[in-house]
C-alpha cells in the first residue's frame, strides 16, 4: 500500500463502485487518533440502521492523514 501513496497523487481506493444509485451517500474524513473513533462510527452506521436501508446506502471515507504510515 506504501508504494501506492510514492507513485501516485491519487488516494487508494478499496471496495467497488456500485452499478444501482443510492438513496443515501454518507461522507466521513478521519485523521489518526489513539481511539478509533472511525470504527465505532462505522459500527454505529451499521447497527442503527435496518438492512434495507443499508442496501440504498454508500459510506465513503476519506483519511485525510499526511503521514502515509498513519493511513
Do not use: H
Not at 443510492?22 to 470504527?39: A, D, H, T
Request: glycine residues 2%; aromatic residues 8%.
Amino acid at each position: 500500500m506504501q508504494e501506492l501513496f510514492k507513485q501516485s497523487s491519487q488516494p487508494p481506493i478499496l471496495g467497488k463502485r456500485s452499478v444501482t444509485t443510492k438513496f443515501l451517500s454518507i461522507g466521513i474524513s478521519s485523521v489518526y487518533r489513539v481511539q478509533n473513533y472511525l470504527e465505532i462510527t462505522l459500527n454505529s452506521i451499521i447497527n442503527e440502521t435496518y438492512p434495507d436501508e443499508r442496501e440504498n446506502a454508500v459510506v465513503i471515507i476519506y483519511l485525510a492523514d499526511v503521514d502515509p504510515e498513519k493511513k
